[in-house]
């Protein structure tokens, strides 16, 4: 069973970055995919980004590509998400969440961390 908790969530500016931390515990970090995903109030739960176990693959959605980078520290069992030029509509609820190999969906679900941006 593997815990996740999200940090770095916060009040910015538009145009302002911001970095998301999430430390993984309970389990063997380095062998599980890693990902971002955000739920703004009244939509549905978006993917944002997707980091393999090795960190040789990335996937982005697109409407945060070009602007975030999604990067892990095995050492450190965290995975960030580096946010940049942040817009209003990123405002949302940002959520890790990991897999296991060969899994097709994500069981394993952070608490959430709120990042607002104003205009």
């Known amino acids: 069973q593997v815990q996740l908790v999200e940090s770095g969530g916060g009040l910015v500016q538009a145009g302002d970055s911001l970095r998301l931390s999430c430390a993984a515990s309970?389990?063997?970090?380095?062998?599980?995919?890693m990902g971002w995903f955000r739920q703004a109030p009244g939509k549905e739960r978006e993917f944002v980004a997707h980091?393999?176990?090795?960190?040789?693959?990335?996937y982005y959605g697109d409407s945060v590509k070009g602007r975030f980078t999604i990067s892990r520290d095995n050492a450190k069992s965290t995975v960030y998400l580096h946010m940049n030029s942040l817009k209003p509509e990123d405002t949302a609820v940002y959520y890790c969440?990991?897999?296991?190999?060969?899994?097709?969906?994500?069981?394993?679900w952070g608490q959430g961390t709120q990042v607002t941006v104003s205009s």
């Open positions: 980091i393999s176990w090795s960190g040789d693959f990335l």
């Open positions: 969440a990991a897999k296991g190999l060969y899994m097709s969906s994500w069981p394993y």
């Open positions: 309970g389990g063997t970090f380095s062998s599980y995919d």
